[in-house]
């Protein structure tokens, strides 16, 4: 990769971040479409965060993507907001226009196409249970409201979470049905019954722990299991929906498909067919074999 004074400056705020696979998949993306960039984990501190938005401006950089903890919060910071980012309450991928920063939130459109590529699964007219109530679930609830699904249901460790989020998005996503359920075993058990698609937006499997009351016996075996976390060799979640006869995917083409998005948002053209994915899957394998 050639450096000059004209090379355009993107990259990643986070903490912790050094294990994010972000910038391997779009500099292989912007090598291959020898566009003059680079992009760069930025280590950002909650306490910096201010600073290191106001940074953009003062440091000309392009654009960065935005990862845990600070989506929520960076929100609040940006002089414009698409309404997609908005609504879900959280920004992964914010552009500088000439100095005005405008905040997207790519992981809505970014699950959307891994489930109906990677399953494969059309969520018009679909019942769908997802796990979880946190900035990840609402992405899930407006991709999967806005692609058609007739049934949502919400399960959450705090139900009264998940009955908030059922309050607010059944008065936006009116063609879409809602249910607020807990997530014991017998809740979720009640909740899979007659689902197409159950998808994780919990954090569980991302240090390989077991979903120990996923209700396996309430599920038949035509229903699609979509995991948001993703790991070398898949999640536990996937692996034994897999084991079950259910198709299943991890969040692997997900991180993909939102980081083309963001890819789209900065410079403009899409990235090379294929090459974040392959590249994704090129350093879980031989993280998988060390």
């Known amino acids: 990769m050639k450096i000059s004074g004209s090379t355009k400056i993107l990259g990643i705020f986070g903490d912790p971040i050094a294990h994010s696979l972000s910038p391997v998949m779009q500099n292989a993306a912007l090598q291959q479409a020898g ?64 100095g005005k920063l405008v905040g997207y939130n790519t992981d809505a459109p ?3 196409r891994s489930a109906c590529e990677d399953l494969p699964i059309d969520p018009q007219g679909k019942r769908v249970l997802v796990l979880g109530a946190g900035g990840a679930a609402r992405a899930a609830l407006v991709a999967l409201g806005r692609a058609g699904a007739q049934w949502l249901g919400l399960a959450n460790r705090t139900r009264s979470r998940a009955q908030a989020l059922v309050d607010e998005f059944s008065g936006i996503l009116l063609g879409t049905s809602f249910a607020s359920f807990g997530f014991d075993a017998e809740s979720l058990s009640v909740a899979a019954t007659d689902v197409d698609l159950v998808v994780n937006t919990t954090s569980i499997g991302l240090k390989g722990e077991v979903f120990d009351d996923f209700p396996w016996g309430s599920l038949s075996p035509d229903v699609a299991i979509y995991d ?39 410079t403009g053209q899409r990235p090379p067919s294929g090459v974040m994915k392959n590249r994704l899957l090129t350093e879980l394998a031989a993280a998988r074999n060390t």
Do not use: C
């Not at 401006?57 to 910071?77: C, D, S, Y």
């Open 35 to 98: 566009i003059p960039a680079v992009y760069i984990p930025f280590h950002v501190l909650p306490a910096q965060l201010p600073a290191a938005v106001e940074s953009l401006r003062a440091l000309q950089i392009w654009g960065v993507n935005v990862t845990i903890p600070h989506k929520e919060a960076v929100a609040g910071m940006l002089d414009e907001l698409d309404p997609d980012a908005r609504l879900i309450g959280a920004v992964n991928t914010i552009v500088n226009r000439d």
């Open 110 to 112: 970014g699950f959307l």
């Open 228 to 266: 948001m976390v993703y790991a070398p060799g898949g999640t536990p979640l996937m692996r034994k929906a897999r084991e079950r006869g259910h198709r299943a995917a991890d969040g692997l083409g997900m991180l993909a498909a939102q980081g083309e998005e963001g890819f789209f948002l900065w």
